[in-house]
């Protein structure tokens, strides 16, 4: 699976982005597709993550309310909307796809395939 995200850039503390992540080479809806990121000096972690069908959703705790993961699977991409932007969400953003897990939330250890990343910067 090839995976190409885009979307972020700079935005303000309160503000919106909507990133996106392209993906291609194998059958789009048998993979859970997920967005990690990662700040400077801070390990990575998921944020979201969705499961083939996009019927099944996971959130970590600090982004619960405020961002919204979907997926198309017409166009083989999958979003990540995120409001309420805080600093704290500064980090640079990757989209990932696996299989194959029993639950969502165990793809927060990482997933197999992964995109380039794209950085989202709120400032204060």
């Known amino acids: 699976v090839q995976l190409q995200a885009s979307g972020g850039g700079l935005v303000q503390a309160g503000g919106s982005l909507r990133l996106s992540c392209a993906a291609s080479g194998r059958t789009f809806s048998d993979y859970a597709l997920g967005w990690f990121r990662q700040a400077p000096g801070r390990e990575r972690e998921l944020v979201a993550v969705i499961s083939g069908s996009g019927a099944n959703t996971y959130y970590a705790d600090s982004v619960k309310g405020r961002f919204t993961i979907s997926r198309d699977n017409a166009k083989n991409t999958v979003y990540l909307v995120m409001n309420s932007l805080k600093p704290d969400d500064t980090a640079v953003y990757y989209c990932?796809?696996?299989?194959?897990?029993?639950?969502?939330?165990?793809?927060?250890?990482?997933?197999?395939?992964w995109g380039s990343g794209t950085q989202v910067t709120v400032s204060s």
């Open positions: 990932a796809a696996d299989r194959g897990r029993a639950g969502l939330a165990e793809y927060r250890y990482g997933m197999n395939y």
